[in-house]
């Protein structure tokens, strides 16, 4: 078995939850099979002294599929 990860950032508004979210399920509209996600960095944007927006970085992962093209 292989599996393959790719790291994405989600970007929200609302909170931390919802970026990762939101990076899970753009991935998932082009990649099948989406097992694993691991945040592997916050941080937020600040405008005025308030946060607007929470960044994160995950890393997801999914198994390669076994067939060959041929």
Known sequence: MVE??????GISSNS?????S???SRAGVTISGIHTAEVT????VVENNKVTRW???VKLSF???DELHE
């Open 22 to 24: 939101l990076a899970v």
């Open 4 to 9: 393959k990860t790719i790291e994405l950032t």
């Open 41 to 44: 960095n916050v941080s937020a």
């Open 63 to 65: 198994l390669v599929k």
């Open 55 to 57: 960044k994160v970085r």
């Open 16 to 20: 931390i939850e919802d970026a990762v």
